[in-house]
């Protein structure tokens, strides 16, 4: 089993930044397997949307709400990932989870417990 803890949310002006971690921990096998990493965020009352992610070769992935002003970036032991955000905006709120993805036969989804951000405007 992998588990993923984020950390790094909290209260924010619009225009700020913030910069979420997420560390993978538990199973060498499954974590040496994940081929994924990334964030989603949910706002109250919305569905989850995906933010942005980044595979093990390096290859980014980002929502157009935030290309431009957020960063995806990794560890080389593919145990970490972070999230730089700037140029916040209200619109931004919300609960931020870390993702994982492990191919397999079935594949493998890996959520954290989520970090919350807001932006007061």
């Known amino acids: 089993q992998v588990q993923l803890v984020e950390s790094g949310g909290g209260l924010v002006q619009a225009g700020g930044s913030l910069r979420l971690s997420c560390a993978a921990s538990?199973?060498?096998?499954?974590?040496?397997?994940?081929?994924?990493m990334g964030w989603y965020r949910q706002a109250p009352g919305k569905q989850r949307e995906l933010v942005a992610t980044?595979?093990?070769?390096?290859?980014?992935n980002y929502a157009d709400s935030v290309r431009g002003r957020f960063t995806i970036s990794g560890t080389n032991a593919k145990n970490t990932v972070f999230l730089q955000m700037n140029s916040l905006k209200p619109e931004d709120t919300a609960v931020y989870y870390c993702?994982?993805?492990?191919?397999?036969?079935?594949?493998?989804?890996?959520w954290g417990q989520g970090t919350q951000v807001t932006v007061s405007s």
């Open positions: 538990g199973s060498i096998f499954s974590i040496n397997r994940m081929d994924r």
């Open positions: 980044i595979t093990s070769g390096g290859t980014t």
């Open positions: 993702y994982a993805f492990r191919p397999a036969i079935p594949p493998y989804d890996y």
